[in-house]
Structure formats: structure tokens, C-alpha cells
């Protein structure tokens, strides 16, 4: 493996683990434990399962101004953004294409922004030349993050931090937890309930290791976080939603917030708004991504052609897998906009073969977030 590859403050926990490490945007990342891609997927939908997201970048924006500016980037309301909660962003590009996806939250005297691994250079840079010079754009390298997702999390977590039951999804606090202070959401890629805890890197092996030892809790890797996020319909960037997307194609107009669109209080000011305007107003676009259910039980993967019933290729799959919890194969892709009504029927390439699917609602299986 090379030695450019960067390590996360648990490498070598991984590797204790027995975890199988791989290269990942730029990192040697868990794909699995012993345990296995299944049972790892499996156990998170059934219990607790910890990730290790420390790749991913996350940055500490200060200044008056910082609101306003975040929000002259992206379709969403950042300005109106209640202190302890989190939003889900996109950045858009003049074509209207989406750069990346993101999290912030409000954390009163500051904002908290989550990034994407492979896209965080670009963003950051993206940050630091676009919000002006009022606003400190701070990438908190120091600082690791994990994921810790599934029906069991909260309990196993309030026997360490009780004050976790107190957060509903989306919530974001600073808190400690056995005396660190880290930053806590209540959010997720997986459908299930659970958390996201930001923790300085020197604290990260000590506070993870007492995570693990709550019964509820095993580490899981890449894999199963995949197939989780698939069957929860979230999107991956770079596969699902990228440059050549935009917010309308790629099914992602609830992320417009109502005062940002073209009829809203602040609507327009971000890139590329005139063109995703156009397209929500008059329906104008090509394609559309869209769930997909397998009626075999072969999985999907990503790049496989999708045709109609007289062998015109319609589209592609961008994310596909078997889901183990719904016992099908799962995808998400782009067809042509007039195949992507529900119980459409659409034939995927595997091999020489065409393999029937169905246009599905996505999320594939039942999100469980605590709502309260």
C-alpha cells in the first residue's frame, strides 16, 4: 500500500480489530472486520454500529457574516439556521452541477461544516476565496470523526453521556462525553437513529474503545456503510450527484429551502440559481435519478446500462448492491425523465444480460430517525 495513503487517529485500532484496510479518497480505511460486510450491515440495523468517518473534512467557520456568507454558496437557509441544529447543503457550480454535499450546523458563536473526503481541498478553497474576508474559514485537522448508528445507539451511548437523550435528529451540541469535549449530532448515513461525535484526535482511541466495550456497539466498516446508505436511498457524491447533476435531477429539490427558491424571501444569490430555477419551473431537464428494485436476486452495480423494453438504453445505475435487510438488490440511477414514474418496469445490462428492475421509492427500508 503506498505510503502517500494518510491514517485516521484509529489506524491502528483497525488493524488490531483485524480490520481489512483499504485506499480510500486518499486514506487507508476499514472495509470490513472479520465479521463481514452482511452481518456488520445487519448488525447496525439491529443494534449499534461504529464508523470511522475521520476522512471526511470538517471546518470551523467564525464572523459575524459567516451565516449570510455560506448561504450565498448553496440553495439552502443558512441564515435562519436555529443555534443546535444541522442542514443538509449542497454547493452548486454556474451550471447549476452540485460540487459537493455537506452538513452545517449552528453552533451559536460558530458554524460547523462537514465535507465531503475527496472533495474537502476544493472546498475548503472554495470557502476561503467566496466568503469574504470577515469570515475565518478554520479546518479543524485535529479532530477526528465517528459515526455510531442504529435502534440501540442511544441507550448504549446515555450510560456514558445521558444528556445524548436529550437530542433529537439534527440536534448539534457541544458536549463531553467522559470528559473530552467533542461535538455531538444527532444524525447519520444509515436511516437508522444515531450519532455523529467530532473528537480531538489525542482522545479518539480512549473514547472509541469505551464505545465498543457497550454491548450494542461493533465496529463496522466501508462496506456496510455503503449498503446502508443504499438501502436508505442517500446519495454518495461523485456517483449519485456530481458536477454534470443538478439539485432537480438529482431528486434533491426538498434540499432547496422554500425562502431560497425562486418565489422565496431570498431567493436566487447562489450559483447557478437561474438555471435550477428553470428546470423546477418548466420541467426542464432530460433525466432523473431514481430507486431501483431488482426482481432477481443479482446485484446491480454501478455502470450498469439501463434499457426499455425495446432495448433503448434510457439511463445508468450509479450506486447498486444487494440489500441485506430488504433481501434484494438495490440501486439508485438516472433514466430518462419519462421512466422514472413509480412501478416503471426497466431492464438492467449485467453481463449480456438484461435483468428486469422497478422504479422504486427510495428510501428502500423504513428511516428511523428520532424525531422526539
Not at 433529537?168 to 436511516?191: A, H
Not at 446519495?235 to 443538478?246: E, F, K, M, S
Not at 431537464?285 to 432477481?296: N, P
Not at 452495480?301 to 426499455?308: I, P, S, V, W
Request: charged share 25%; proline share 5%; aromatic share 6%.
Amino acid at each position: 500500500m503506498s505510503d502517500t495513503l494518510l491514517k485516521t487517529p484509529l489506524f491502528d485500532l483497525h488493524v488490531e480489530m483485524g480490520g481489512k484496510m483499504v485506499p480510500f479518497a486518499g486514506y487507508e480505511m476499514p472495509v470490513q472486520y472479520p465479521l463481514g460486510v452482511k452481518k456488520e450491515h445487519l448488525h447496525t440495523r439491529d443494534a449499534a454500529g461504529l464508523f470511522d468517518v475521520s476522512h471526511m473534512g470538517q471546518v470551523r467557520l467564525r464572523g459575524a457574516n459567516a451565516a449570510a456568507a455560506l448561504e450565498t454558496l448553496v440553495p439552502v437557509d443558512i441564515i435562519d439556521l436555529p443555534v443546535g441544529k444541522q442542514r443538509y447543503a449542497v454547493f452548486t457550480n454556474d451550471d447549476g452541477g452540485i460540487t459537493d454535499d455537506l452538513m452545517v450546523a449552528n453552533l451559536g458563536d460558530w458554524i460547523y461544516v462537514v465535507v465531503n473526503a475527496a472533495c474537502k481541498e476544493q472546498d475548503i478553497a472554495h470557502m476561503r476565496a467566496n466568503l469574504g474576508d470577515d469570515v475565518e474559514v478554520e479546518v479543524l485537522d485535529d479532530r477526528a470523526l465517528i459515526a455510531i448508528q442504529g435502534p440501540k445507539t442511544a441507550e448504549a451511548l446515555a450510560r456514558i453521556q445521558p444528556a445524548v437523550n436529550d437530542m433529537v435528529f439534527m440536534d448539534s451540541r457541544e458536549m463531553q462525553i467522559d470528559g473530552v469535549d467533542c461535538l455531538i449530532s444527532r444524525s447519520g448515513y444509515t436511516g437508522e437513529d444515531g450519532y455523529e461525535i467530532s473528537i480531538p484526535a489525542a482522545d479518539t482511541v480512549r473514547l472509541v474503545k469505551l464505545f465498543l466495550e457497550q454491548p450494542e456497539i461493533e465496529a463496522i466498516g466501508l462496506g456496510a456503510r455503503d449498503s446502508l446508505r443504499l438501502e436508505s436511498g442517500l446519495c454518495l457524491y461523485g456517483h449519485d450527484i456530481d458536477t454534470t447533476t443538478t439539485p432537480v435531477e438529482g431528486s434533491l429539490l426538498w434540499a432547496i429551502s422554500k425562502v431560497r427558491r425562486a418565489d422565496g424571501e431570498r431567493a436566487g444569490g447562489f450559483p447557478g440559481a437561474d438555471k435550477i430555477y428553470a428546470q423546477i419551473a418548466n420541467k426542464d431537464y432530460s433525466r432523473k435519478r431514481v430507486g431501483l428494485l431488482g426482481e432477481g436476486r443479482a446485484p446491480i452495480r454501478e455502470g450498469a446500462e439501463l434499457f426499455n423494453a425495446d432495448g433503448e438504453k434510457i439511463g445508468m445505475v450509479t450506486s447498486g448492491s444487494f440489500g441485506p435487510t430488504i433481501g434484494k438488490p438495490v440501486a439508485l440511477g438516472y433514466v430518462a425523465t419519462q421512466y422514472s414514474p413509480l412501478e416503471t418496469e426497466v431492464f438492467a445490462e449485467v453481463r449480456g444480460k438484461k435483468l428486469p428492475m422497478k422504479v422504486a421509492r427510495a428510501p428502500f427500508i423504513e428511516q428511523r430517525y428520532y424525531r422526539g
